[in-house]
């Protein structure tokens, strides 16, 4: 269920989850989507996830309920988390522009092995009901550049920089521990600004020979798959 899925993530990491916290919205709620097609991970022919209404044969959750906006304005601006009152890091933002899109399944979050190197965000996909999706979802713009570094245990230590629409840059840093196997959910832990040990859903993989790492955060009062390709 995806109510169970935001008490998991906790915590926002992603330079972008301050902001995207204050805004509008209800949790949404899923339930299991067909699988009568098991090879199918719930996106297009990218990987991605498909936006608009649910379909009944992804392998995902339909949502059935909820959705929620951004409000860019909402959060606090400032980045001054680190120990000396500066940035948590000094990443470089080299993201392009992307545009949110809304979608109505919630593809499934398997895990796998991390890998290390630099990572461009590529979709920003929220999580609403058909209704919500279609006739309320506002479109936001995102830049974020995270680097993923990854110790021998498989343990990564991941640094973000992000930019909302037209909102300050901020930074965070954290870790994230894959489950046993390099199952989901990974542990976070929140090292720039400090937070608790907290589950977080997420995929890593190869798609059309794209290293690809998603991370299933918090969008406003609800949720989105954020998905990076590694550079």
Same mark, same amino acid.
């Given at each position: 269920m995806l109510r169970r899925d935001l008490a998991f993530v906790g915590v926002f990491l992603l330079g972008c989850a301050a902001i995207a916290q204050g805004c509008g919205g209800s949790e949404a709620s899923v339930t299991p989507a067909s699988t009568n097609n098991a090879s199918n991970d719930g996106g297009d022919e990218d990987g991605s996830p498909t936006s608009g209404d649910a379909s009944s044969d992804d392998g995902g959750e339909a949502v059935t309920d909820g959705g929620s906006n951004i409000d860019p304005d909402a959060g606090d601006p400032s980045d001054d988390a680190g120990t000396d009152g500066g940035p948590c890091n000094? %990443? $470089?933002? *080299?993201?392009? $522009?992307?545009?949110?899109?809304?979608?109505?399944?919630? !593809?499934? @979050?398997?895990?796998?092995? &991390?890998?290390?190197? @630099?990572? %461009? %965000? *590529?979709?920003?996909?929220? &999580?609403?009901?058909?209704?919500?999706?279609?006739?309320q979802f506002l479109p936001t713009g995102f830049r974020e550049t995270l680097a993923l570094t990854v110790d021998g245990a498989g343990v990564g230590t991941v640094q973000t920089v992000a930019r909302i629409a037209n909102t300050g840059t901020h930074h965070r840093t954290f870790t994230l521990a894959p489950g046993a196997g390099g199952t989901s959910p990974a542990s976070?832990?929140?090292?720039?600004?400090?937070?608790?040990? $907290? !589950? &977080?859903?997420?995929?890593? *993989?190869?798609r059309l020979n794209k290293q690809v790492l998603e991370l299933l955060q918090p969008y406003g009062k609800s949720l989105a798959i954020y998905r990076f390709v590694k550079k």
């Open positions: 000094t %990443l $470089a933002n *080299e993201g392009q $522009a992307v545009t949110s899109t809304c979608a109505s399944v919630r !593809p499934p @979050t398997h895990g796998g092995a &991390l890998v290390g190197g @630099t990572y %461009l %965000l *590529e979709s920003v996909v929220a &999580l609403g009901a058909p209704n919500f999706c279609q006739n976070n832990t929140g090292t720039c600004p400090v937070s608790a040990a $907290a !589950p &977080l859903p997420y995929n890593s *993989e190869t």
